[in-house]
C-alpha cells in the first residue's frame, strides 16, 4: 500500500536524522541494556530483562516506522508555488470578519504543523476552507467555537 505522504526538505532531513540516531546510538544503548539484564540471572524472573527487551522492540518499531516514512515521502517543489491562490507552503494573512483579529498562517504537511510556529496542517478545518482561494475571498469555516467568518489579506510565500 502506497501511503505518500509530502514534507518539505527541511522536514524530510529531521526525520532521516531522528533515523539516524536511533540507528546508530540508540540501537546500541538498547542492546547494552539487555545484555547488561541478561547477566542478571534467571530471565523467568528478571524484570529488567523484559523492560529491556520491550524497550528494544519500542525501538526497533520506530525504526521501521521512520523507515516506511521516508520510503513514501515526496518533497514539495518550492519553485512551483503559486501565490496567487493559497496552496501548500503559501503563508496566509487573514482577518476574523466579526473581531477584526489579522492572524497569519503558514500551510504545512500534516506532520510539519506547529501552531506555537504559525504553521497549521492543509488537513485543518480553516486550511481546507482556505485552500485554492484567491486575495479578498471571504469564506467561513466551522471550527468547535462555531462558524468562524474570514477575509483573505495577504498570501505570500516565505522560505
Known amino acids: 500500500m502506497n501511503n505518500t505522504v509530502y514534507y518539505t526538505q527541511e522536514g524530510l532531513q529531521k526525520l532521516k536524522e531522528e533515523l539516524h540516531l536511533l540507528e546508530t546510538v540508540e540501537r546500541k544503548k538498547c542492546t547494552e541494556a539487555v545484555a547488561e539484564a541478561r547477566e542478571k540471572g534467571d530471565l523467568s524472573e528478571n524484570a529488567e530483562y523484559d523492560a529491556a527487551r520491550e524497550a528494544q522492540a519500542m525501538l526497533e518499531l520506530r525504526i521501521s516506522q521512520l523507515k516506511e516514512l521516508i520510503s513514501n515521502a515526496r518533497v514539495l517543489d518550492e519553485s512551483q508555488i503559486d501565490t496567487s491562490k493559497v496552496s501548500i507552503l503559501t503563508t496566509v494573512k487573514i482577518k476574523n470578519i466579526k473581531n477584526g483579529a489579522q492572524l497569519k498562517y503558514t500551510l504545512v504537511p500534516e ?49
Open 111 to 159: 506532520k510539519e504543523a506547529d501552531l506555537k510556529k504559525g504553521k497549521i496542517s492543509v488537513d485543518s478545518p480553516i486550511a481546507k476552507a482556505l485552500l485554492g482561494k484567491k486575495k479578498g475571498d471571504k469564506v467561513e469555516v466551522q471550527v468547535p467555537a462555531g462558524l468562524m467568518q474570514l477575509e483573505i489579506l495577504e498570501i505570500t510565500f516565505e522560505k
